[in-house]
């Protein structure tokens, strides 16, 4: 089905058949038809099958027949949790509208807000904005919201995660209530069900697929290993298969520099990002991870939603996630758009329980195997082996101030020999002992 049939405007299709693509993926045939006749939408669907052009569109689409002679006004806004995916949405709004009188702009912190204000007065007619920086513009008096027509919640429930719900509350109690409202989200929990009763008015439910289910065309491998034994797995991984394009995946940012630094020493080209980078270091880092400069780029979970790397090879656990939902998310950055890719997890004994919150999620049992060619440590665990406890080291009596332990002094020998005056005196109690038991 080409995305003429949709009924969209000429130079919107133009601008979708430039930038390569020529069939709607399955969330945009049921959610761009939808979206034209002006319902309210909850679209779910995993990541990688084309959500953002699945709101984007029919956005574009309503604006391009907008005629207006008076300063432009944001007539649609778009809300979504980190400055990443912000800067992917528009990016996309720039591609598939090249050739219409849109403009379009994105707000997020981390960057100086002064060239956001010139913009916004200059006038824009699509806002894409996480919720924090939107909230400032808001207080300073630098953005109207009075003539939004749409709203857009990206990544809903990453934005429930991150604890943005509050603000975006905010925000939406500063729009009309007359408007079309579109929420999607890569799963329906209970509260982003909640989330919709409050905003929408009889939403159109389109899933895609399972939500419990990774996308299909990820291969998933599980390699127990001890913990101190991850990195040199790691390494051997890079250094013996053919990965050209590695996200790794650190629990914590520190933890996701101090990979980056044993890669580094290993001669491998590696960048980490996390939320300690500036927007500039992290949009460096993104660049370079696309274009092939950096073999391996180290990321936290704020990264899963918002890298939108083509090509990505393989997604590496280095640390298994702590919420199950987080795994989708994370292996979702691989086999996007119907390629095929690999995701590996490394668990660790203490680790198995997050593994097995992962396999009830999804409803799949992983085949726990080890890395061919590892050198595994003799103290490595079989895999899906519960940890052993240590047996407790021999602990001595605890002695009181100034005296001496009598196992110390009956078994441990001096450091020096005994003086003749004490060789004397043991003797002569010895025998006075042996006089008292003969009589």
Known sequence: MPFKTFGLSDPLVQGILATGYTAPTEIQSQAIPAALSGQDIIGCAQTGTGKTAAFVLPVLDRLSHEHTRHKRRVKALILTPTRELAVQIERCILNYGRFLPVRALAVYGGVNIARQITALKSGVDMLVATPGRLMDHMEHGTVDLGSIEVLVLDEADRMLDMGFIRDVRKI???????????????????????????????????????????????????????RQQKVALLLHMLQTDPMYSVLVFSRTKHGADKIRRKLARADIEAVAIHSNRSQSQRQKALDGFRNGRYQVMVATDIAARGIDVQGISHVINFDVPAFAEDYIHRIGRTGRAAATG???????????????????????????????????????????????????????????????????AKSAPSAQPASAGQSRSSRQRRRKQAKRRTM
């Open 172 to 226: 939406v109690a500063a729009l009309p209530r007359k408007r079309q409202t579109m929420l999607f989200s890569a799963t329906i929990s209970p509260e982003v069900k909640t989330i919709s009763d409050g905003l929408q008015k009889a939403p159109k439910m389109i899933q895609i697929g399972r939500r419990q289910n990774p996308v299909e065309t990820v291969t998933q491998h599980v390699y127990p290993v001890a």
């Open 342 to 408: 690999d995701a590996i997890t490394f668990v660790a004994p203490e680790e198995q329980e997050h593994l097995r919150k992962i396999e009830k999620f999804i409803d799949r049992r992983f085949a726990q195997k080890q890395c061919p060619g590892f050198a595994y440590a003799k103290s490595h665990l079989a895999p899906g082996q519960p940890s052993r406890k240590q047996p407790a080291k021999p602990t001595r009596p605890r002695q009181r101030p100034g005296k001496k332990s009598q196992t110390t």
